[in-house]
């Protein structure tokens, strides 16, 4: 049986709007993020995200404030879900939640070997399947409520986070010795929210170590 352990808060803080991340430990600035390590946009996709970035970063942040409230104990009552209440209300309404117990949430870490920063959206024991989940919550607009998502019909995941996950599970085996049994993406809609299928964490750790070797074989050492 595991040990369920609720994971101490780490000195590794971020500043914004730079999206850095700065390790007390080793008292130094880290070079990279795990965004930006994972992130390969070209400039037509960067333009884009730029052009629509009022629209989905006040949803991103919000989503994840109450989300993250939740996970620690708040009354759902009381937490301000701002304009966003028909993408909060069906995530907080996730079957998984019923028998989940969270160890950390918004968990912040560094990967001082690869001088990476990263922050983790969710990990948890969940009591039913009786494994330690590593989630990650994504949010996407109304489009998707022309999907039957009773039968899973006409709905995929817009895109993969495997990569994304690996890097937090290398950092949790770092940061604190252990290692997530099965990881997942949440996907909150306006209306829905869908948890995709399992992602093995096998296939992450892979997905993120061929995405820090490409990204690191495209800096410029001088």
Known sequence: MKTIQ??????VFRK???????????????????????NELDEKAKEVIEHTRHIWQPRGETVHYCLEQKMLGAD????DMDVYEEWVIPLFRLELFT???????????????KDVGGQLDLIGYDTKAKKIRL??????GSSAMKFDFKKRTGWKEPYRTDKQLGCYIEMLKLNCDIEPDICNTIWAYKGKCMLNEDQPV?????????????????????
């Not at 028998?99 to 070997?113: A, D, I, K, L, Q």
Request: glycine share 2%; with cysteine; proline share 5%.
């Open 6 to 11: 609720k994971l101490h808060k780490l000195p």
């Open 16 to 38: 914004e709007p730079e999206h850095k991340y700065f390790c007390e430990k080793s008292n130094k600035w880290l070079k990279y993020s795990t965004t930006q390590v994972c």
């Open 76 to 79: 759902e009552t009381l937490i």
């Open 99 to 113: 028998h989940f117990e969270p160890m950390g949430v918004e968990y912040m870490m560094s990967n001082p070997v």
């Open 135 to 140: 989630i990650d919550l994504k949010t996407k």
């Open 202 to 222: 096998q296939r992450c750790k892979d997905a993120w170590q061929e995405a820090w070797e490409k990204f690191e074989a495209k800096q410029v050492v001088f």
